[in-house]
């Protein structure tokens, strides 16, 4: 199985600029639809964002639009989370994960069980 590797946790002032890489190893992911998770403590994992297997298509949640871009580069095998203006209230543990199939839709509606997933990586935003 492929496998997605995340940084190591990382520590970034309030207001300020982070971008999270998510490397496959083991195989591609060039085909398949990604997202980005977080779970903070005490609360359950929540989207953040998709892009699909091109990455001409991406889906937000409104906690992310206007401050996190999603890309993808095909060509070097890995996913990015680019996060603006960061606030305390960002603070969690970021999952990314891969789809079996291409479009958002199979990152938005997917059951966990159907994801493949990295490790996780803290973010942690100082006020």
């Known amino acids: 199985q492929v496998q997605l590797v995340e940084p190591g946790g990382t520590l970034v002032q309030a207001g300020g600029f982070l971008r999270l890489p998510c490397p496959a190893s083991?195989?591609?992911?060039?085909?398949?639809?990604m997202g980005w998770f977080r779970q903070a403590a005490g609360k359950e994992r929540e989207l953040v964002a998709a892009?699909?297997?091109?990455?001409?298509?991406?889906y937000y949640s409104d906690s992310a639009k206007g401050r996190f871009a999603i890309s993808r580069d095909n060509a070097k095998n890995t996913m990015y989370l680019a996060m603006n203006n960061l606030k305390p209230e960002d603070t969690a543990t970021y999952y990314c994960?891969?789809?079996?199939?291409?479009?958002?839709?199979?990152?938005?509606?997917?059951?966990?069980?159907?994801?493949?997933w990295g490790q996780g990586t803290q973010v942690t935003v100082s006020s």
């Open positions: 083991g195989g591609n992911l060039r085909t398949n639809a």
């Open positions: 892009i699909n297997w091109s990455g001409h298509n991406t």
């Open positions: 994960a891969a789809s079996r199939t291409r479009e958002t839709t199979a990152i938005v509606q997917a059951s966990p069980n159907s994801l493949n």
